[in-house]
């Protein structure tokens, strides 16, 4: 399993869902998760993909 890294490129924070709970992710800020996506469920939005680093975006 590889690290996944999401980055927030919104003016507002964004919840997503982890391990059954849920996370949310600050306006601007980065985070890392050590395990992939395989449990990681994000709510549909504008993302661009560029390897192992999502960008979310407005």
């Known amino acids: 399993m590889s690290q996944i890294t999401i980055r927030s490129d919104r003016k507002t924070d964004y919840t997503f869902t982890y391990n059954g709970e849920d996370v949310t992710l600050e306006a601007g800020s980065v985070i890392s998760i ?18 192992n680093l ?5």
């Not at 992939?36 to 560029?50: D, E």
């Not at 999502?54 to 407005?58: F, P, R, S």
């Open 34 to 51: 050590a395990n992939g996506l395989q449990n990681v469920v994000l709510p549909t939005c504008k993302m661009k993909i560029a390897n």
């Open 54 to 58: 999502i960008i979310v975006k407005e």
